[in-house]
């Protein structure tokens, strides 16, 4: 609720208008308090511009490729289909460009004043954008995260995930670096889209924190969907040549000469230029602004919420803080996120979707535990001729019969996981599962047909 008496400008002022800055803002303004959102670059932060939506949108092109093949066993025949990155790159544009005046409109609709420009801290309650200041009551910090590039020679030459999208040409070889979700996602769109694509990680399994299973049979699914995936090596340096195409040097001294170099080697808080000097916020070891349950930052009206506090880097993460942001301090109804059982889908391809614990976690929490797990060709594949296999994993606590770890990787898994998760958030046992009637034919109705637990 707005505070009638308040000396300040505004009740809430955010710095960042990503996911969930912009989340906070509206449902602060709903509940009556008057707030403004300063944001510096694109509306709808990462997500919007260079994150969730043009990655899917991309997703989605890459995997016509494979449709093209799929349709001829089903009786379909064309002329050879090319493919043009200029206009599926300025369809993009156009589509985030449309989605960057919607966020914009529905601030202003939600009575959210905008601000374009940097915010930073003058003092506590105040800050500065170009040479106005502002006053708040309270002041989120919402600014993300930012792509992170090792320091070796060369990496001025490497691309991040905030420049991939908009490449003047389109690459016939990429070079992906890095073994986490962006990686992944990556490898599989540029190899969707006809490059020759070489992914580097360096330890010996990507996908560190999947279940060992899940990560194993991705592997094997990616390889042999004709990406070059490399284990245990990473790149020592970058040249570039006379025809502009790259070297990347590897650790063990070999090259591989690639027109691309794709650095998706995890974020780091963006948290230059705010003025930090001025306000007493403090830090966790990893440089993320260290947070209570309520999102209050060492400095008590000032609050953080999204990427930058250190949990899981997810839109609908930072969705929910923003709700439960509002909800606490506008509307008297202290609300914290419960971090338990959150899903999450990875649009490397096939998709992985997982929700809950992985069976190396499971075993050191529970101890006795019951697995299910079964792989299979999807029937779609039959006909149209391709190997790709799906893999589905149930973990069950063996004293109480509850389902705590659910995993996919197929077609639609995150789709799939989805559904599943609200299953298991609502405590269901294998025994339920089992009641379930399937919906045939799909892919998901196997998970409620895993009768025998494997051995
Ligand atoms: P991640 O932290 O997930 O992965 C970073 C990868 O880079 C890891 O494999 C890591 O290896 C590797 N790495 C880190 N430092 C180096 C280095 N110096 N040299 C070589 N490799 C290195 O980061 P991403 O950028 O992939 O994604 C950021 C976050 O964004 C994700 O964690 C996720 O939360 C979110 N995201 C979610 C998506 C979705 O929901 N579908 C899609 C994209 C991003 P190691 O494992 O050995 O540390």
Same mark, same amino acid.
Not at 402 to 426: F, L, N, P, S, T
């Given at each position: ?9 505004? /009740? ?103 601000? *374009? ?56 070889? $990429? ?10 996602? &990556? ?22 924190? &999947? ?68 306000? /007493? ?33 997810? %839109? ?64 779609? *594949? ?12 149930? $973990? ?15 077609? /639609? ?18 025994? %339920?599962? /089992? ?21």
């Amino acid at each position: 609720m707005k505070n009638e008496n308040s000396e300040y400008d505004y /009740d809430l002022f955010v710095i960042g208008a990503g996911s969930g800055g912009v989340r906070a803002s509206r449902m602060s303004a709903a509940q009556g308090a008057k707030v403004a959102v300063a944001e510096d670059r694109y509306m709808g932060g990462t997500c919007v511009n260079v994150g969730c939506v043009p990655k899917k949108l991309y997703v989605y092109a890459s995997q016509f490729s494979n449709a093209f093949k799929d349709s001829q066993g089903f009786g379909w025949s064309a002329a050879k289909p090319t493919f043009e990155w200029s206009t599926l790159r300025d369809n993009k544009v156009a589509e985030i460009s449309r989605l960057n005046g919607i966020y914009e409109d529905m601030l202003g609709g939600a009575g959210v004043e905008v601000i *374009h420009g940097r915010a930073r801290f003058v003092d506590k309650h105040t800050v500065a954008v170009g040479d106005k200041q502002y006053t708040a009551e309270k002041i989120i910090i919402s600014t993300g995260t930012w792509p992170y590039i090792p320091d070796i020679p060369g990496r001025e030459l490497a691309k991040t995930s905030n420049e991939i999208f908009d490449l003047k040409t389109f690459p016939e070889r $990429i070079l992906v670096v890095g073994g986490g979700y962006v990686a992944v996602e &990556f490898a599989g769109i540029f190899n969707g889209l006809g490059s020759k694509t070489t992914q580097l990680y360096r330890g010996p399994l990507f996908l560190r924190g &999947f279940d060992k299973d899940i990560r194993e049979f991705v592997s094997k699914e990616i390889a042999e969907s004709g990406i070059d995936l490399r284990f245990n090596t990473n790149i020592k340096a970058i040249e570039k040549q006379n025809d502009e195409s790259l070297i990347a040097i590897l650790e063990d001294g070999s090259k591989i000469e690639t027109d691309a170099i794709l650095y998706a080697t995890g974020r780091k808080p963006h948290l230059q230029d705010l003025g930090f000097d001025n306000v /007493d916020v403090e830090l966790n070891e990893n440089g993320t602004i260290k947070v209570d349950d309520y999102f209050q930052s060492s400095e008590p009206n000032i609050y953080a919420l999204g990427d930058l506090t250190g949990g899981m880097e997810l %839109t609908p993460v930072a969705l929910a803080e923003g709700m439960a942001f509002a909800q606490t301090y506008f509307n008297d109804n202290p609300t914290t996120v419960d971090y338990n059982t959150i899903p999450t889908a990875v649009f490397c391809q096939p998709n992985i979707g997982t929700c809950g614990l992985s069976e190396e976690q499971a075993r050191d929490s529970f101890g006795d535990i019951t697995v299910y797990e079964s792989s299979f060709r999807a029937m779609k *594949h039959t006909i149209g001729g391709r190997q790709e296999r799906s893999y589905m994993k149930l $973990i069950v606590d063996t004293a109480t019969d509850r389902v705590i770890g659910i995993h996919m990787v197929g077609d /639609d898994a995150g789709e799939i996981i989805q559904g599943m998760a609200i299953a298991m958030k609502a405590g269901a046992t294998k025994a %339920t599962f /089992d009641s379930t009637i399937g919906i045939h034919p799909t892919a998901a109705e196997e998970f409620v047909t895993m009768r025998s637990p494997r051995e």
